[in-house]
Structure formats: structure tokens, C-alpha cells
């Protein structure tokens, strides 16, 4: 006697599963092949801009060296070849993790990399965490006092705090808590001292927090955290009011949701409404957003790291190009396209994570 045996729909091993998950591999590798032509372009983009404005040995040492000097050198460093021939060579030693050595220092590329990443990251960590602070709450707030004044001067804040250049927000601040009111320093990423004593350490990751954290030096911990605050706050306000925004469209938007709509009939608090009820499915879109944001970080870290004289990437990336230094520049735009690009397929994991319907 035969046994009929029936899938139960949705039900795992069922070929409706199998072919969820089908697509769902499908969209990682489209999505992951996708860092390849993303990182392509712009680095080619860059290599392209660098060599219209010159070639690095002149800028730095044409004024220094004899012609036939001079010729000796572009020739040693492959810059009189073709410029096809340039690109090719560059594009195999990208390949191969070789980044090449800075013009006018003469220092490995990946050792810069290594040496001050550190810095970018740890400032990027901060402008993120300032973001979530000032950007969630204060978009609860705007979507709980819709079209009143407290709203209305939210909005403006978001506005003003997006549309304001980075650098500009950097000086402001120096001007008035370090310079006027002399509460906090105004460059640099701690102070001498400090900045000895974490390099000395037996291992460092060149995070200086984590540094000071694994010392346990009361001081050293206070002083890294002092330096952090201003570049911190100018780089995270730049992502806070993009934050603040999203919050307040997104929780208007949950707060008329029917199962919202019961709890509030139910005579639920609009306080607890709003924290327990609708803020979490109005926070998921800002997973998203905020690794969207990355790009907008390193390029802002530019502007801040310059300003605050925070020795990280973007600083090194201002000095290189003003000196015309193209395999620092090269290396420096690689590492943040990679850094990026990768960011978004993460984004894209995540988004296909909650929202099956993205995956198709």
C-alpha cells in the first residue's frame, strides 16, 4: 500500500524554499561581482585626473634637479612610457596588493595605509556614534510634535546641519570651545605626551581609544576622548540630520499603522507608543542609510581631519594631492572605493535579510 506524502507549503526543503534561497545566492554573487566594475572605475577615474595635471617628479623636485636629472628619474619611475602602457602596469600591481611607494617620501603606499587607516576609522566610529545619538532621538521627537514648533525647528536643524560644509562646522567649533571658551583642544588626536606614551605600548592597534582602554591609564583615556569631541561632533552632525530626517519621515509613517492606531485606542501612552510600538520598524530603513553614509564619511573626512590636523587618511590624501603625489593618491581613493563598495554589499545583505521582496 502507497503512502502519499504531501509538502507542506513554505515548509523547509520545499521547492518554493529551494528556490528562495536559489535567488537569494543569486543576488549575493550579482551583488558582490558588482564591487569589481564599482572599484574599476573610479580608481581609473583617478589614475586618469592624476595625469592631467602633470607627472609627481616634476612637482616635486623640477626645480630641484638638472632636465637630463630629471628625465633620469621619470624614466626610472615608468613616467615617460605610454599611458596605456602606465595603466596596464598599474591596474596588474593593484592586482597583486602593490600599491607602489610614495614619490616624496619614498615610503611603501600600504605603509601609509596601514599607518594612518587607523585614525580614519576610529574618527568615522565617532561621527557615527554622535549621528545615532543626536540623529534617532531627535527625529522621535520631530515625528511626535508633527507640524508644531518643535518640528518645524528640527527640520531646520537637519536642514542646516546637512546643507552646512563639514570644514566650516569644524572651525565654528574650535573657534568657540577651544579658542574662546578653551574647554577642549583643537587639533590633533591627543596630546604629546599621550600620544608617546600610547606608542610605546608593547601592541597597538593604532586606534588610540582602544590604545588608551588596554594601558588603563585614567589620563591617557581622558585625553583621547577630549581630542574626539570636536572633529567627532563636525563630521557626525553632516550624517545627524540625514538621520533626523529619515526618523521623523519613517515614524509619521508607522505611527498610522493600524496595529499602532489599536495600541493607541487601547489608551496606550503617546510616550510609550512611540518608543515600545513604532520605533522599531521606522529604524530599520536607517541600517541602510547609515552604511549609505560611509562614502560621505571619508569625504568629509578630508575636510575634518584637515581642519582638526587629525592625522588619519583624509589628511594625508589633502598632502599627497597637494604635492601631486600620485601612487599615495591612487592608494588612498583604492582603499576608500574597496572600503565602500564593500559597504553596500553589506547593505544590500542586510536589506535582503529584511525585506525578502529586494532579492528579486
Known sequence: MSTLTQETPGAVGTPADRAAGLGFARYLVVRFLLIIPTVLILVSLVFLLMRLTGDPISAAFGDRLTPDQLQAKLHQAGYDRPLLTQYLDYLRSLATGDFGRTVTDNQPVTHVLGTYGAATVELACYALLVALVIGVPLGMVAASYRDRAPDAVLRLFAILTYATPVFFVGLLLK?????????????????????????????TTGVYLIDALRSGDGTAITDVLRHAVLPGLALGLLVAGVLLRLVRTNLIGTLSAEYVEAARSRGVAPLRLVTRHATRPALIPVVTVLGLQVAGLLGGAVLTETTFEWRGLGYELAHYLTVRDFPAVQGIVA??????????????VVAALIDPRVRY
Open 175 to 203: 573657534l568657540v570651545f577651544a579658542i574662546r571658551l578653551g574647554w577642549l583642544p583643537a587639533s590633533g588626536r591627543a596630546s604629546t605626551g599621550v600620544q608617546l606614551f600610547l606608542q610605546d605600548q608593547t601592541s
Open 335 to 348: 582603499l576608500f572605493a574597496v572600503v565602500v563598495a564593500v559597504t553596500n554589499f553589506l547593505v544590500d
